[in-house]
């Protein structure tokens, strides 16, 4: 795999790394007994802690809060599918697409998982330096750039309202699609009042988008 000698690895197990790039639908086409789901559950939790450790050392005076809002915009889907794209791991997944079983959605959210199935494989093949070895080519450039893939919208405006003493809640309007490919809008309440409703593939990703409107509304920030 040129994967692995573009980041000088030289694997102990190579099926671990085939397994990381093997998403279900390809392993029910061929009637494989794995796929990358497991790599990446352990993938997320390294990711999590390394970029924890390198974020610490970094910024010595930050508090909790804050180190936990930088953290989630390098960790976050957006920033995974970009780390995978520069890194050509999108190029190495092993997919079924033709029984049209995955929405373009879909596709683009497999590209983010794989970055951690492939980081978790690193893990248990190679050992933690060498996964901080991998993070400090794909993961760190970008935190030392103070590149911005996620703005947590729904804390800024929890701050707003605890600063005002006021309730802000989000409210569900609609949920629609298949079960795999779901729509779901949202409506951000501040004090009762409707100020926003966003879209989403999720409700999380559909109530930052209500926060947003939200802010801009109310000029916070600005």
């Not at 990358?36 to 997320?44: A, H, I, P, T, V």
């Not at 924890?52 to 915009?73: C, D, V, W, Y």
């Not at 957006?78 to 520069?86: R, W």
């Given at each position: 795999m040129k994967l692995l000698k573009k980041f000088n690895i030289v694997a102990n197990n190579k099926n671990l790394f085939k397994e990381a790039f093997t998403h279900s639908s390809y392993s029910a086409k061929h009637g494989l007994d794995y796929d990358?789901?497991?790599?990446?559950?352990?993938?997320?939790?390294?990711?999590?802690?390394?970029?924890?450790?390198?974020?610490?050392?970094?910024?010595?005076?930050?508090?909790?809060?804050?180190?936990?809002?930088?953290?989630?915009?390098?960790?976050?889907?957006?920033?995974?599918?970009?780390?995978?794209?520069?890194?050509?791991l999108d190029k190495c997944i092993r997919l079924n697409l033709e029984d049209n079983a995955l929405t373009d959605n879909e596709v683009i959210s497999i590209t983010a998982d794989v970055f951690e199935s492939f980081l978790g494989a690193i893990y248990l093949d190679q050992g933690i330096d060498k996964a901080k070895e991998f993070l400090e080519r794909t993961v760190f450039p970008y935190i030392k750039a103070k590149t911005i893939f996620f703005y947590d919208y729904k804390s800024t405006i929890k701050e707003y309202g605890d600063a005002k003493g006021i309730n802000v809640c989000y409210e569900l309007l609609e949920e629609h699609g298949a079960p795999h490919d779901k729509t779901f809008v949202m409506r951000i309440l501040i004090d009762g009042v409707d100020y926003g409703k966003g879209v989403g593939k999720s409700k999380k990703e559909a109530e930052q988008l209500a926060a947003c409107k939200a802010i801009d509304k109310l000029n916070i920030g600005k």
């Open positions: 990358y789901e497991r790599l990446e559950f352990l993938g997320d939790s390294v990711l999590n802690m390394l970029t924890s450790e390198f974020i610490q050392n970094m910024h010595p005076s930050f508090s909790e809060g804050k180190l936990t809002k930088l953290r989630a915009n390098y960790v976050c889907q957006n920033a995974l599918i970009v780390y995978s794209h520069e890194n050509d």
